[in-house]
Nanobody
Framework: QVQLVETGGGLVQPGGSLRLSCAAS????????MRWYRQAPGKERELVAH????????SVADSVKGRFTISRDNAKNTVYLQMNSLKSDDTAVYYC?????????WGQGTQVAVSS
């Protein structure tokens, strides 16, 4: 059974940090590129960060550049999103996504709320 389980969300003050984790099981994690998406209330889901299969290529959205970092540990079947200098605009549900040319999988999401 394929599973992507996100953890690490929560309530944080502006300027704070969170580290999201996404633990994968039920498929060959090291054969999939990984992405983090987010969806704020009333908005479309947007791509936040991408990391290639071996981690050699990484990219983040302009809106989070310099603040968010994506990484992965293929030995632990886990992808991470380190989020620093959080802003209220970062408030959203964050989703983990695994993709290759044959299939794509989604996690259930974890809520991040940035508020004072």
């Amino acid at each position: 059974q394929v599973q992507l389980v996100e953890t690490g969300g929560g309530l944080v003050q502006p300027g704070g940090s969170l580290r999201l984790s996404c633990a994968a099981s039920g498929f060959t994690f090291s054969s999939y590129a990984m992405r983090w998406y987010r969806q704020a209330p009333g908005k479309e889901r947007e791509l936040v960060a991408h990391i290639s299969i071996a981690g050699g290529y990484r990219s983040v959205a302009d809106s989070v550049k310099g603040r968010f970092t994506i990484s992965r540990d293929n030995a632990k079947n886990t992808v991470y999103l380190q989020m620093n200098s959080l802003k209220s605009d970062d408030t959203a549900v964050y989703y983990c996504n695994a993709m290759n040319d044959r299939s794509t999988y989604w996690g259930q999401g974890t809520q991040v709320a940035v508020s004072s």
